[in-house]
C-alpha cells in the first residue's frame, strides 16, 4: 500500500448521474492539483458540483472518465476492497452532522478507527486520549454526543478524523450546524492540525470565513472549475 504523502491529482475528470440515455453531466473537464499540507476550500453554489469532486477524491464515487491521483495511487482504478483499505490508511473524515454514534461516549467514537486498523486496546486508548486532549476535550472524554454541544462533538470528529494520523482530510461543510463564535473556534483548530501536522484539508463549504482562511480556494460553478484563488501571503 502506497504511504499517504496528503497530494491529489485530478486529471480530465467528467462525471454524470444516470444510467443509459438518461444522464445528468455533474462534473466537466476537472484538472486539479493540491499540494501536501494545503488548506484548500471548495466553494460553489448548491448543484455546482462540488460534493460531487469531494466524493471522487474520497474515491466514494468513480468518474466516468479521467484520473484521480491520489497520494501517489490512481484510486480510480482501486475496487472496493482496495479503496477501503486505502481510505483506512490515508484518510480522514469530518461532516457536517458530525456522525457520532449516540451509545457510544467521546473516547469510544475516537478510537473506532484504530479499531478498524487493528490497534490493541491499550494503544488505541492512548491516541485517543492524546488526541481528544490535543482538541480541547480532556473534560469530556467519557461523554455521549448528547452531553456535548455542537461544537464540541466537531471536535470529537476533528479529533477522530486525525487520531489514525492520516495524510488527508476531507470535509464536507464541517461548521455548517455551528453558531459564527464555534464556526471560528473549529476553524483555528483544524488549521493549528493542518499547520503542526502537516495534514491536507479538503473543505467544501459555504462560509465565507472558512474560504478567507484558506490557502487556496477552487470555485465550482455548474460542473466546471471557474477560478483558483490563493491567499496573499
Do not use: W
Not at 48 to 77: D, F, Q, R
Not at 113 to 120: D, T
Not at 187 to 197: A, F, I, Q, T, V
Not at 205 to 227: K, M
Amino acid at each position: 500500500m502506497v504511504n499517504s504523502t496528503g497530494e491529489l491529482t485530478v486529471t480530465g475528470v467528467n462525471h454524470s448521474y444516470g444510467t443509459g440515455k438518461i444522464k445528468v453531466p455533474v462534473l466537466y473537464d476537472i484538472n486539479l492539483h493540491i499540494n501536501k499540507g494545503e488548506f484548500v476550500a471548495l466553494c460553489g453554489s448548491s448543484g455546482s458540483g462540488k460534493s460531487t469532486l469531494l466524493n471522487l477524491l474520497a474515491g466514494l464515487t468513480k468518474p466516468e472518465e479521467g484520473s484521480v491521483m491520489v497520494s501517489g495511487a490512481e484510486i480510480s482504478s482501486y475496487n472496493e476492497n482496495e479503496l477501503c483499505m486505502f481510505r483506512r490508511k490515508n484518510m480522514g473524515f469530518i461532516f457536517q452532522s458530525y456522525n457520532l454514534l449516540p451509545n457510544l461516549t467521546a473516547l469510544e467514537n475516537v478510537e473506532l478507527p484504530l479499531i478498524f486498523a487493528g490497534e490493541s486496546k491499550k494503544k488505541r486508548r492512548a491516541k485517543a486520549t492524546e488526541i481528544l486532549h490535543r482538541v480541547g476535550l480532556e473534560g469530556r472524554i467519557d461523554h455521549r454526543p448528547n452531553e456535548l454541544s455542537g461544537g464540541q462533538q466537531q471536535r470529537v470528529s476533528i479529533a477522530r478524523a486525525l487520531v489514525n494520523q492520516p495524510g488527508i482530510i476531507l470535509a464536507d461543510e464541517p461548521t455548517g450546524n455551528l453558531d459564527s463564535k464555534t464556526e471560528q473556534e473549529i476553524l483555528l483548530l483544524m488549521r493549528e492540525m493542518n499547520k503542526e501536522n502537516g495534514t491536507t484539508f479538503i473543505i467544501v463549504t459555504h462560509e465565507q470565513e472558512v474560504a478567507e482562511q484558506s490557502d487556496r480556494v477552487i470555485y465550482l460553478q455548474d460542473g466546471r472549475v471557474v477560478q483558483k484563488r490563493t491567499r496573499p501571503a
